[in-house]
């Protein structure tokens, strides 16, 4: 059985930092590719940050700069280190694994991975 976990989440002004979690169960996590999504009230999942097996990170847009996506294959765990943070960035973020990519570039649709977490909630007040 596979699991997602993410924490981390929380209500900060803007200009804060947040670092959120994901830890995964029941798949190989080192070959996974893990995917953080941003999604805002009302609208659709958008990738954010991405990093394959090898390591290999992918920003998105506003998160260039901002954002950055690591992980700890022992602990099975990815982070997503969350600064400098804008009204904007209030909404749901998930951690989503794939199993199937293995050459660059990450999937870039949330269509494309295959297990998710519940989401943790960031809200940030201006």
């Known amino acids: 059985q596979v699991q997602v976990v993410e924490s981390g989440g929380g209500t900060v002004q803007g200009g804060g930092s947040l670092r959120l979690s994901c830890v995964v169960s029941g798949r190989t996590f080192s070959i996974l590719n893990i995917g953080w999504f941003h999604q805002a009230p009302g609208k659709e999942r958008e990738l954010v940050a991405s990093i394959m097996g090898g390591g290999t990170t992918y920003y998105v847009g506003s998160a260039k700069g901002r954002f950055t996506i690591s992980r700890d294959n022992a602990k099975k765990s990815a982070y997503l280190q969350v600064d400098s943070l804008k009204p904007g960035d209030t909404g749901v973020y998930y951690c989503?694994?794939?199993?199937?990519?293995?050459?660059?570039?990450?999937?870039?649709?949330?269509?494309?991975?295959?297990?998710w977490g519940q989401g943790t909630q960031v809200t940030v007040s201006s």
């Open positions: 989503a694994a794939d199993i199937k990519r293995v050459a660059y570039p990450p999937p870039l649709h949330w269509t494309e991975y295959d297990d």
